[in-house]
């Protein structure tokens, strides 16, 4: 079972850039789908990015496309999100989430398709 932790979140102004992080633990990283979630105050978590387990593939939500990416470094067991001309509705805490996925190469956008979560960090984009 992996345990996800999330860090690098904070406030910044438009325009400006971060870098989110998510370091996992107690399993094998390489075999894990993974994926970036966002809620912001009275939303519903959203989908942001995902990544597929051998960082080979990857897929955007339309509002951050061309702005963030999403890689992973298995090495490390570290997945990451670069955040570049971040806008006030980026504004959310931000989840990296984990699907166990052994054997192939699928990534996923919905949120039920996820196994296990981080505990979020904070992203405040201020005008």
Excluded: H
Excluded at 20 to 38: H, N, P
Excluded at 71 to 97: F, G, H, I
């Amino acid at each position: 079972q992996v345990q996800l932790a999330e860090s690098g979140g904070g406030l910044v102004q438009a325009g400006d850039s971060l870098r989110l992080s998510c370091a996992a633990s107690g399993g094998i990283f390489s075999i894990y789908a993974m994926g970036w979630f966002r809620q912001a105050p009275g939303k519903e978590r959203a989908f942001v990015a995902a990544i597929n387990n051998r960082g080979s593939n990857t897929n955007y939500a339309d509002s951050v496309k061309g702005r963030f990416t999403i890689s992973r470094d298995n090495a490390k067991n570290t997945l990451y999100l670069q955040m570049n001309s971040l806008k006030p509705e980026d504004t959310a805490v931000y989840y990296c989430a984990a699907r166990w996925n052994p054997g192939t190469l699928t990534m996923f956008d919905s949120a039920r398709q996820y196994n296990y979560w981080g505990q979020g960090t904070q992203v405040t984009v201020s005008s």
